[in-house]
């Protein structure tokens, strides 16, 4: 995915003030305050079991010399690009997976290093494919693994999000704004590993989906982290939908809780994968334990029982070995850390409080060897934080009790939203075309280059625009639709099917000139559209002003005027030749019946603290100036004696976060006054 450009526009702004200190809620805005808990938390879990230790002191004594062992074992700066990585063991020849760097990343932020966390991720983040996902294998000296090494795995992707979610929230920002990277990474997990039309997770970016997912990789209470911090409701219902995966396995599993390492959305097994409870599945324990600690979830609770049960039936803790039928026939030999932790995880919910100390003392006392020991006592630590309390929520605070309701066991239903006066396609969603009517996009093309559309046959039935181009280095190509009259200023987000030859193609929102005849600035977002179908949905956020040319009639605000779109574009990037297909565009996130009001400017003596750009008023933009200080970005008529907020002598991110809570109506004044 394109790197977000740090611009002053109006979208931008708004969107890193609600991201670095408010998370969209069912019920609106709520403040998001940094966090100032460190290790150990000794958290109070909302549900079930918080420590099983009994002494706390000593375990997290414990935990800290674990930590420092890992670290001493699996992290290096050899064949890390300058920064350093998580290493498996000899029997992996030392290589990476992007697996080890989300484990290395959450226990970074769970433990407080910050210096380490960045590191993790400027290595991750030299391995983004063109899906913004960071490929799955690198080898000791750097170089990606044979051709699927560039292929994202999900459940990497997903922790690694999780654990810049939770840097913003400890944090805040520092080398990386984490909370706009997070909410990248957010936005490209849903977009190409999340099935469209079934809300199955797929195990990567270019394959699975409902003919195989793996179990392993769900993780509900990261999703609805998720949802809450980027405003997208729609990760609830992937959460829903891995609980109804599970319940289809359940069902032909005889009450045992086993998963399998992979399997179809209806919880058979998938064409040539394996079907048994083994080193993959070994993790499912963990991760659906969470969701009950951290939410209250019921289906969390009823198959983690299931799961402590059947192993307590099985002769106990020190029984445990690596493999499982489903059904519960023995199929492994080996009593490791991988499997114990987990499944001592299961015993969280609070059911058994004895078995749970037994299966906590053995995650201690068994720890991997040999030349294979990476994994293991990779889940073996991350478990032992969340045995001892130390795995808390770090979005919410630490400690205390839950409400006195579990989260629901299915997704609320929104309130209805109203009609636009264009036609929509659902809820919130305004559609420009699904082409089943006429064809109404105009093509433009000049200087050697050349572009034809019109109306094709889509795979499987329906119609879609079909676009072929060609072009020289100087050439320059589009395809458009008016937009003139269309009302899109509440809009968050376009989204539209797209396939191609994976080619670069701008995608462009054009806005109303300032010069008669002619357009206004030029937004865009690049992409390459792959040859088969996709389903994107870009935030307007991730829009950037066009930086190789923008037309005379272009205002040069650098600010995203959503009321002034007249047309949307696909248009060249390069030169090249290619074809692709459109289909199903829309506008999304449009306002429900009663939409927030917007804010009025707040009028202000011309010279007062906050009015940073002078204009006697104190509004987004004196913020947008602010950041691009903190950001260190030139800025131009900025009065930064206007800037030091608290008084302090020094204009930072404090300074940001007080304008910010002011510009929401948290606080009528500063901590200073002139």
């Known amino acids: 995915m394109k790197q977000l450009k740090k611009t002053g526009t109006f979208l931008l702004v708004l969107a890193m003030l609600f991201t670095s200190f408010a998370v969209l809620t069912g019920n609106g805005l709520t403040e998001v305050k940094a966090s100032s808990s460190k290790f150990p938390y000794n958290a109070t879990y909302k549900y079930g079991f918080s420590s099983l230790a009994d002494d706390q002191a ?80 690198i080898d000791r000296n750097g170089n990606i693994v044979g051709p699927g090494g560039k292929d994202c795995a999900t459940d990497a992707d997903e922790d690694i999000a999780l654990a810049l979610v939770f840097a913003s929230k400890k944090w805040g920002s520092g080398k990386f704004n984490y909370g706009e990277e997070a909410k990248r990474l957010i936005n490209n997990l849903y977009n190409y590993c999340v099935e469209r039309g079934t809300n199955v997770l797929k195990p990567g970016d270019t394959w699975g989906g409902s003919q195989v997912t793996n179990p392993s990789y769900f993780a509900p209470a990261w999703y609805k982290i998720f949802a809450q911090f980027t405003g997208d409701n729609r990760w609830n219902s992937v959460a829903d939908k891995c609980y109804e995966i599970v319940d289809s396995i359940n069902r032909l599993n005889g009450g045992t809780g086993l998963v399998p390492d992979w399997c179809t959305a209806q919880g058979t097994q998938a064409s040539g994968m394996g079907y048994n409870y083994t080193y993959d599945a070994a993790r499912y324990p963990w991760r ?69 100390k037994e299966l906590y003392n053995e995650t201690i006392n068994v720890k991997d060897g040999g030349d294979y020991h990476y994994y293991g006592n990779s889940l073996r630590l991350m478990t032992l934080l969340y045995l001892t309390g130390n795995f808390p929520n770090l979005l919410e605070d630490t400690g205390g009790s839950g409400p006195s309701t579990p989260y629901p066991t299915t997704t609320p239903t929104s309130s209805p ?143 995203l005027d959503l009321n002034k779109i007249i047309s949307i574009h696909f248009a060249g990037m390069n030169a090249n030749s290619g074809s692709f297909m459109v289909d199903n565009v829309k506008i999304t996130g449009l306002p429900s019946t009663q939409p927030t009001p917007t804010q009025s400017p707040k009028p202000t003596p011309p010279g007062s603290y906050g009015d940073i750009n002078g204009d006697g008023i104190i509004n987004t933009s004196d913020y947008a100036l602010l950041n691009r200080h903190i950001l260190e970005i030139p800025v131009q008529n900025a009065n930064l004696n206007n800037a030091d907020l608290n008084g302090d002598g020094v204009v930072d991110s404090l300074d940001a976060t007080i304008l910010s809570r002011y510009l929401l109506e948290v606080i009528d004044r500063f901590p200073v006054q002139r």
């Open 58 to 137: 000593a375990a997290n004594a414990m935990l800290l010399a674990e930590w420092e062992d890992w670290k001493a074992t699996y992290v290096t700066s050899s064949g890390a690009g300058g920064f350093r990585r998580v290493q498996r063991d000899a029997g992996s020849n030392f290589d990476t997976v992007s697996e080890g760097m989300g484990y290395g990343m959450i226990l970074a932020v769970y433990f407080d290093d910050q210096a380490l966390f960045d590191d993790f991720y400027s290595y991750v983040k030299l391995y983004h494919n063109g899906n913004g996902l960071m490929g799955w294998q």
């Open 417 to 559: 939203k109203p009609t636009p006066s264009t036609p929509p396609t659902q809820d919130g969603e305004l559609l420009i075309d699904d082409f089943e009517g006429a064809f109404t996009w105009i093509t433009y093309d000049g200087e050697g280059a050349s572009v034809s559309a019109a109306k094709g046959v889509r795979d499987g039935g329906g119609s879609a625009m079909d676009v072929s181009y060609s072009g020289s280095a100087s050439g320059y190509w589009g395809v458009l639709k008016v937009m003139v009259g269309t009302d899109i200023s509440k809009a968050t987000g376009i989204s539209f099917d797209i396939k191609g030859t994976g080619n670069q193609i701008r995608l462009m929102l054009v806005e109303e000139g300032s010069i008669a005849g002619e357009d206004g600035e030029q937004w865009e977002y690049v992409i390459s559209p792959r040859n088969s179908w996709t389903t994107l949905e870009i935030p307007m956020s991730q829009f950037s002003p066009r930086s190789d040319w923008q037309p005379p009639g272009a205002d040069g605000n650098k600010r």
């Open 288 to 356: 659906t334990a969470i969701d009950y600690s951290w939410f209250g979830d019921s289906r969390a609770k009823k198959n983690c029982d299931l799961i402590a049960n059947f192993f307590k039936r099985q002769g106990g803790a020190s029984a445990i070995v690596d493999g499982y039928t489903i059904q519960g026939s023995r199929t492994g030999q080996y009593h490791n850390a991988t499997f114990i932790g987990p499944i001592a995880s299961a015993t969280m919910t609070g059911s058994d409080l004895n078995f749970a």
